[in-house]
């Protein structure tokens, strides 16, 4: 059914391989030199096959980053897969698995398709602002062959016919070329407009998220209630800065965390402890300016200085005093122990290198809601504190914090410690609710819980691109929709006058890409026109 | 009050599935009896005439067809509409139970979904007669709403703090939309698979296809209502990526949902793609868009309740 119109439509600026373009010659071609070569490369990779090809091989180069752990999202499970899967491991690591998605052969892959796209995109743009300049072509010998094929009888002059043929077109949008008594019309320039855009601004995502990726940073930083952290690199427990980040891009803020106020489900039986709410009160202070009170929370981040700061978690910060024999106090700050489970039993590490006569290590259980399990251990219940108990093991040794290299501080290698407090030692963990406090084994002296504020985790983000990236993302979309659903067609409207007299009129169409109401919009013309008709 | 609109909601999901039952044996009884033997043409109803087949969809088609929509596929038609305002009531009904959306868990989304693919399905009878996939449909409506009563069902909780935003409404409802699009998308290129099949003369069994479109017809059918799903899946991704922004941190991380949303945007940019490449239009294209439909039920699925990641609100 689309045999002839779709030669008469083949397009040369089409990709080769498209299904608009001419078949390509089947003539055995010349030996080939260097920039022979050069351009038939060329050729393969902006041809619609290699596009194809590419796209689907990303699609599946995109799976075993999902399979296996990756560095950017998942750094523990990354540590957990190497460890579980020691064989293995190698082989990935060769073929950058961890990282799959900066990965030479990935980004060859999306490069490749980029380039491929590049190459398609210029010419066909250079082909469209022509076209946008040509008048709309000849009308075919014979209109029979085409789409929508329809014809009336008319009585009146052609010259008129076409003439009011002529207005109607223009008014429906289309843009017309009279020929000796026939009209030639074509519509909708924007379908492929808005395939341009879309693919251009494809390219637009790609760059912009690449500037801002390399210009910008995330740092993240756990605050306890009452304090407070300057944005500087210093400040930061842990920051990625881009390729082209320099300290300029950190905006001149601090920020105090006043209190964090979580709201637990107390009604719903079946989710009792679940969380509703996460609320951290902030000051903020941005250099020169008066200090400013604000909230963040889960899905409202706080904008200051092209700054975001989120609010990504939250824990308790158990406040410990310890004292040596006289009663001076040698360490009394809040440690943040990192949560466990949904009701927030936590493992907190406290290290003490410093103030008593050997260096002092904890490590242990925070329950905000402690209960008795029946194997006589704890577990907590409920996430707010109820009953807020800590036990902790202590151990006694070099802590390893004097060698100069950097260790984690919330992890505590026991293995060339001694236990003085816990299962391992005759005296057992010490065990403290808030206020209460107990001699340390060996006479090192006393330790206290003294109170327990909450910590909120903030990740701090900034990347300059992001309003780019959101431009090119809503030109994709809408690049989409033109290029998809608006129809790009040609239509002929033509006067065959008969030695009689009598006129027929011949109206036909020709899509240009998917048009499924094309036969409807021709006969819609010419009933239309028919009207106009009796009118004039 | 929770728990009642709850449970109601569930009577009204078995309620749903019962009739949904009666509704796909039927639609199968007619697919039995679609053959070129019976000389039954309905309005917008397609005609097998021999080897040349003669589609009457558009509105002036011959006026011929005296006997009507045979009665099986009318019944299962209008008991499909019956389960289907069960199966709304259903979703509704947990929607007033939750007080909110009906789409935060799998249990919900998988309901919820659903009846979008249903509504879908009625709704393209208006524009173009593909009753004949409703087989596919209600038999489709049924086992997932089967799984998710049996293994995905959680008690309404309210919504964690990270879902609270209006991007829930916007970015998994298009989702969910989108989802509906593809499966019929699918439905399609799998009966043009069967039909280039009979048509090339491999499959002469299949005799119900006589009176369903031809190959080609269904490609073009296929196509449309991919390309609607395709913007839609689009749409998503970027919402998708803007709520990340506000939720997260990062528009983009390379979760897994994440990744498997990608993949899926880019198998069906490739099946687009296809369709205008040599070689690729017909029944290649066609299996692309049932590897991509394949990759949303695994996306749902597997990934939801195997792979770990940030989207981990299953409820599971």
């Known amino acids: 059914m689309d045999s002839s119109p779709r030669s008469d439509s083949a397009d040369t600026t089409r990709p080769q391989g498209h299904y608009d373009a001419p078949e390509a010659d089947k003539i055995v071609q010349p030996t080939l030199n260097f920039v022979g070569y050069l351009r038939f490369f060329w050729r393969q990779l902006t041809s619609m096959r290699t596009a194809l090809f590419l796209l689907l091989l990303l699609a599946i180069a995109a799976i075993p980053g999902s399979l296996v752990p990756q560095v950017s999202s998942d750094p523990n499970g990354v540590v957990q897969f190497k460890q579980n899967n020691p064989g293995f491991t190698p082989v990935l690591e060769f073929f950058q698995v961890f990282t799959t998605y900066s990965s030479v052969w990935f980004s060859a892959i999306y490069l490749l398709l980029f380039v491929s796209l590049i190459g398609c995109v210029i010419p066909r743009t250079t082909h469209h602002f022509d076209a946008l300049r040509a008048r709309p072509p000849k009308t075919p010998a014979r209109l029979q062959r085409l789409e929508g094929f329809t014809s009336r009888e008319s009585t009146m002059d052609a010259a008129i016919l076409i003439a009011s043929a002529t207005t109607l077109l223009k008014r429906q949008g289309y843009r017309v070329e009279q020929y000796t008594d026939s009209v030639s019309a074509e519509r909708g320039y924007l379908r492929e407009t808005g395939n341009l855009v879309f693919h251009t601004a494809l390219i637009g995502v790609l760059v912009t998220v690449g500037i801002g990726g390399g210009l910008g940073y995330t740092g993240q930083r756990v605050v306890v209630e009452g304090q407070a952290f ?71 981040p706080l904008a200051i200085g092209g700054t975001e700061v989120y609010l990504l978690g ?216 028919a009207g106009v008709k009796v009118d004039s | 009050m929770t728990e009642t609109l709850a449970s109601y909601s569930v009577i009204a999901v078995y309620s749903a599935m019962a009739i949904y039952v009666l509704a796909f044996l039927l639609f199968t009884v007619d697919l039995s009896r679609r053959t070129a033997a019976v000389p039954v043409a309905a309005a917008g109803a397609v005609v097998g005439a021999g080897r040349g087949y003669t589609t009457v969809l558009e509105a002036d088609a011959p006026a011929e067809p005296a006997r009507k929509t045979p009665r099986y596929l009318r019944a299962a038609m209008a008991l ?171 528009y983009w991380g390379w979760d897994t949902k994440e990744v498997w949303t990608f993949i899926i945007w880019t198998i069906f940019a490739g099946y687009i793609h296809a ?25 749902f699925t597997i990934v939801n309740l195997f792979f770990k990641g940030l989207h981990a609100y299953s409820g599971l």
Not at chain 1, 333 to 348: G, K
């Open chain 1, 314 to 529: 939250n824990g308790y910060a158990p406040v410990i005093t310890v004292s040596d024999p006289d009663g001076a106090v040698v360490f009394s700050q809040p440690t943040a122990c990192l949560p466990q489970d949904a009701n927030l039993t936590s493992i907190c590490v406290i290290k003490i290198p410093d103030g008593l006569s050997e260096q002092l290590g904890m490590r242990g259980f925070f329950y905000p809601s402690a209960v008795k399990t029946t194997l006589g251990t704890y577990a907590s219940n409920y996430p707010d504190l109820v009953n807020p108990r800590l036990t902790l093991n202590l151990y006694t040794g070099d802590l390893g914090l004097d060698n100069g290299q950097g260790t984690n501080a919330y992890v505590l290698n026991a293995d060339s410690l001694t236990q003085i407090a816990g299962l391992k030692s005759p005296v057992p963990a010490i065990e403290l609710e808030i206020g209460d406090s107990a001699q340390l084994p060996g006479g090192l002296g006393t330790i206290e819980l003294t109170s327990v504020p909450r910590f909120a985790s903030f990740d701090v983000h900034h990347d300059p691109a992001l309003g780019w990236i959101f431009l090119f993302a809503v030109l994709v979309f809408t690049g989409l929709i033109t290029s998809l659903f608006i129809p790009r067609r040609r239509v002929w409207v033509k006067a065959v006058t008969a030695t009689s007299g009598a006129v027929t009129l011949e109206y036909a169409g020709l899509a240009r890409g998917d048009d499924p109401a094309l036969a409807a919009a021709i006969t819609e013309l010419a009933d239309k026109h």
């Open chain 2, 80 to 250: 499909t509409v019956i389960a289907w305002l069960l199966h709304v009531s259903a979703v509704l009904l947990r929607g007033f139970a939750a007080g909110r959306v009906p789409w935060a868990n799998m249990f919900e989304f998988t309901l919820t979904a659903t009846a979008i693919i249903v509504g879908v399905f009625l709704a393209v009878q208006f524009w173009q007669d593909l009753r004949f996939i409703g087989a596919f449909v209600t038999g489709f409506a049924l086992v997932a709403l089967g799984v998710a009563t049996v293994n995905f069902y959680v008690d309404v909780v309210p919504l964690p703090p990270a879902l609270q935003s209006y991007w829930l409404v916007i970015h998994v409802f298009v989702a969910s939309l989108a989802t509906a699009f593809f499966a019929i998308g699918a439905a399609l290129s799998v009966v043009q698979l069967l039909q280039a099949r009979r048509e090339a003369g491999k499959a002469q069994g299949l005799r119900f296809l006589d009176r369903v479109p031809d190959a080609d017809k269904l490609e073009t059918l296929a196509y449309r209502v991919i390309v609607i799903g395709f913007v839609f899946w689009t749409f998503t991704l970027i919402a998708g990526a803007i709520w990340a922004e506000r939720a997260w941190g990062r």
């Open chain 2, 275 to 299: 369709r205008a490449t040599r070689g690729w239009r017909g029944s290649r294209s066609a299996w692309l868009a049932i590897v991509g439909f394949s990759a949303v039920l695994f996306n």
């Open chain 1, 230 to 300: 300057t944005n500087s690199l210093a400040s930061y427990d842990s920051f990625n800065p881009g390729r082209f980040f320099t300290d300029s891009a950190l905006a001149p803020f601090s920020l105090a965390l006043d209190s964090f106020v979580p709201v637990y489900e107390q009604v719903n039986r079946k989710a009792l402890g679940q969380p509703i709410d996460f609320t951290a009160n902030v000051t903020t202070t941005m250099r020169g300016d008066e200090p400013q009170s604000a909230t963040i929370k889960v899905n409202e």
